[in-house]
């Protein structure tokens, strides 16, 4: 079964319209071939924008996920013995393959995401950047020759693949977050196993397509899909498979901690880009429009859908109310709809829990005493015409006790906090488990330094709202994970380092 079924073909099923169809694939990828699941179950991939399914790919199992560790750990010795050169020169072209079906992978995003279409190709781009950043890093696996402090021996540090990587990924960025997992693996000289989110499976799976047409060979991707019923079992063969020796993961913090404790018992090295509570915070010496346009673009970015989006908003108080009505204005110009409207600004969430979650933040916010400013419920409309829209949402005079200041709200909902001085917004920001992300607006240059040094994060925006790329290192502290993607230190994890003494030198 190797074609798609369109089950309720709609005007928002942007796939429909690609270029090669052939990009939609439903079964599972192992060892060179597309596969069936051994169960032969499928499940069903919908448009967030309606809510219809146009797509169903396979459910998979513990057999399947085995079956792809088998092609991966075959695939290991052949890939690892590569030079860097060759290994470099396919994710080249593998980078070129995406670029060339750039408008096909947009489209397969925006149908199975939801996200803006203008904000798919951006994603394409963003995703491109990190394989053609890690096509020129795997020419870089350097390792050490150490001063020996003996007479008569030479002693070098070596670095080398880690092995076979399992790679599980989020909704959010079906193309991008997959793509900076896989491209650094393969750069370091490890196969990989993979499984994308269950909303998002299509873009992961015609991205391997092109990697395989790029002359990937057979068992160093692989790729099975499973639904949220079935992906506990499938990756929990990943976890107690010794021969499986990395695991990275981008998703919540409660699933992370989980894949950390369940591989325990084969002690395998974790990379874990997981969930954040970033605070975002305006000083009164701020430029204050420079400031509402960064807020604007961090937070409604994927309609607040991602792990760094601005989470809680601090505003000292001599510019409060100024900064309020500056964001009120900007937030009610945005343009709510489906990825197929040119214009659209702000998409769809992803399904029915997320937007029942921003809901009840929003809620509990009002309860406890915010101010809604504006926004603040669903959205249906001609327009916006399904049930997972939600209203960009600002709420004034949050504060401590709220749900949303201690949870990731994933949504498009900004609370405003006042404060007033540096110390007290300092220590506020840092009160969260959570060290992902954090943002801060102002005019002076000391200050930039002093709080720079103090907020407890892996991630800084200061006077930027948007601030990922391939080029810098990505990644969290505290209850946010830990290991570090893109940059140089993004194949670090994939390496382990072997220590090499030779005596009887004279
Ligand atoms: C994420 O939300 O997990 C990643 C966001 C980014 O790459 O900027």
Redesign the pocket.
């Known amino acids: 079964m190797n074609s798609v079924t369109h089950i309720a073909p709609d005007q928002d099923s942007l796939c429909l319209d690609l270029q090669r169809g052939d990009l939609v694939c439903s079964q599972n990828y192992i060892n060179g071939a597309w596969v069936d699941p051994y169960s032969k179950r499928w499940y069903e991939v919908s448009n967030p924008a309606t809510d219809l399914a146009f797509a169903r790919v396979a459910d998979s199992g513990p057999d399947d996920a085995r079956a792809a560790t088998d092609a991966a750990a075959a695939a290991f010795p052949d890939w690892r013995a590569r030079t860097a050169r060759e290994r470099s020169q396919m994710l080249q072209s593998w980078h070129g393959r995406i670029l060339e079906n750039a408008e096909d992978l947009a489209r397969l995003i925006a149908s199975e995401q939801g996200k803006s279409l203008a904000e798919a190709r951006g994603e394409v781009a963003?995703g491109a950047s990190y394989v053609e950043w890690f096509a020129a890093e795997a020419l870089r696996c350097n390792g050490d020759i150490l001063p020996s402090l003996m007479p008569g021996r030479r002693q070098m540090a070596m670095r080398e693949p880690v092995g076979v990587v399992a790679a599980i990924t989020?909704w959010?960025?079906p193309l991008?977050?997959i793509a900076?997992k896989i491209a650094p693996a393969l750069a370091a000289g490890c196969t990989v196993v993979a499984k994308p989110a269950e909303d998002t499976p299509l873009t992961a799976l015609a991205l391997v397509k092109l990697a395989a047409e790029a002359g990937i060979p057979a068992g160093v991707i692989n790729i099975i899909s499973a639904s949220r019923e079935q992906t506990p079992e499938a990756v929990s063969s990943w976890l107690q498979d010794a021969r499986v020796r990395k695991i990275t993961f981008?998703g919540s913090t409660a699933v992370g901690k989980y894949l950390a404790r369940e591989s325990a018992g084969t002690l395998k090295r974790l990379s874990l880009?997981l969930g954040?509570n970033a605070p975002f915070i305006v000083f009164a010496d701020a430029d204050i429009d420079a400031a509402v346009a960064g807020l604007m673009r961090g937070k409604f970015?994927?309609s607040g859908?991602?792990?760094?989006?601005p989470n809680r908003v601090y505003v000292q108080s001599g510019v409060y109310q100024r900064f309020v009505e500056k964001l009120q204005s900007a937030v009610e110009a945005l343009r709510i709809g489906p990825a197929s409207r040119s214009g659209t600004d702000i998409g769809p969430l992803i399904n029915a829990r997320a937007v029942a979650k921003v809901d009840a933040h929003v809620h509990d916010a009002i309860a406890r005493g915010a101010t809604l400013v504006t926004g603040g419920k669903s959205v249906q409309n001609e327009v916006a015409n399904g049930p997972f829209y939600y209203a960009p949402t600002v709420l004034a005079e949050a504060s401590e006790d709220m749900m949303l200041c201690h949870e990731e709200t994933f949504g498009p909902v900004i609370p405003l906090f006042r404060f007033d001085t540096e110390e007290e917004v300092v220590a506020r920001a840092n009160a969260t488990a959570f060290g992902l992300a954090a943002y801060f607006y102002t005019g002076d240059p000391a200050r930039i330094w002093r709080v720079a040094g103090l907020l407890e994060v892996g991630v800084m925006g200061i006077n930027e709202g948007?601030?990922?790329s391939e080029a810098a290192p990505?990644g969290g502290i505290k209850d946010s994970g830990y290991g570090r993607?893109g940059s140089q230190q993004g194949l670090d994890d994939y390496l382990q380092t072997k220590y090499m003494c030779q005596g009887e030198l004279g």
């Open positions: 963003y989020p959010n960025f991008a977050m900076r981008t880009e954040g970015r994927n859908q991602t792990c760094v989006c948007v601030v990922a990505f993607e």
